[in-house]
């Protein structure tokens, strides 16, 4: 089972009565950096450690002291405050900055890289896609056909293990499971 720990820019507030009395008025108003709704996703698969590699200069060090705990938690497989939200898969955390906060939401996504051997012309792979969609523990496939693979997000309160998908290639000949990680 891999991760990806998805940060989205849930709101962005500042506090004007601090800001005139302790900051610069060239830095007055809103986080610069962030915009609402925006979207950073996090993977840790093979070679690709997005948390190891986008950490220097592309996020502000209060995104990171306040939300890299979470994304390495997540990208690890962890579980986020089971007591305090209702999915341990989600997080709400603001960062640090005490005139200008901006609040992100966490979300861990699990799914299985499932790599596949045959022929990958445009019709199998959306016919694959659809397929793997109908897999009742599936919520989302992302083909990656430069790399061989698909990452098949499913809900784990309902995977049951990979009959499903097994079953799926006896009804596509051209194809089969190479490995799935």
């Known amino acids: ?11 962005i507030s500042y ?3 601090l800001q005139e009395s302790y900051v610069r008025p ?6 610069r950096l962030y915009k609402m709704g925006e979207k950073f996703s996090f993977y ?19 995104f990171w002291s306040c939300v890299g705990p979470y994304i390495q938690s997540a ?8 007591s305090t939200y209702l999915d341990d898969r989600l997080m709400i955390a603001t960062c640090n900055s005490g005139t200008r906060p901006v609040t992100f939401v ?12 045959g022929l990958f012309d445009p019709e199998e792979v959306e016919l694959l896609c659809e397929s793997l969609k109908g897999v009742s523990y599936v919520t989302e496939v992302v083909p990656r056909i430069e790399a061989n693979y698909f990452e098949v997000y499913v ?27």
């Not at 990208?75 to 089971?82: D, E, P, Q, T, Y």
């Open 155 to 181: 809900d784990l309160a309902k995977f049951t293990g990979i009959g499903e998908l097994q079953a799926i290639f006896s009804l596509l000949p051209n194809l089969s499971i190479d490995h799935i990680e």
């Open 26 to 31: 060239d830095q007055y108003g809103p986080c």
């Open 15 to 17: 506090n004007t009565k």
């Open 75 to 82: 990208l690890n497989g962890g579980a986020f405050k089971r």
């Open 1 to 11: 089972m891999q991760h990806r720990c998805d940060v989205t820019v849930a709101a």
């Open 106 to 117: 966490l979300q861990r996504l699990d799914y299985l890289a499932l790599f596949v051997e």
């Open 44 to 62: 840790r698969f093979r070679d690709r450690d997005d948390y190891r590699d986008m950490a220097p200069g592309k996020f502000c060090p209060d």
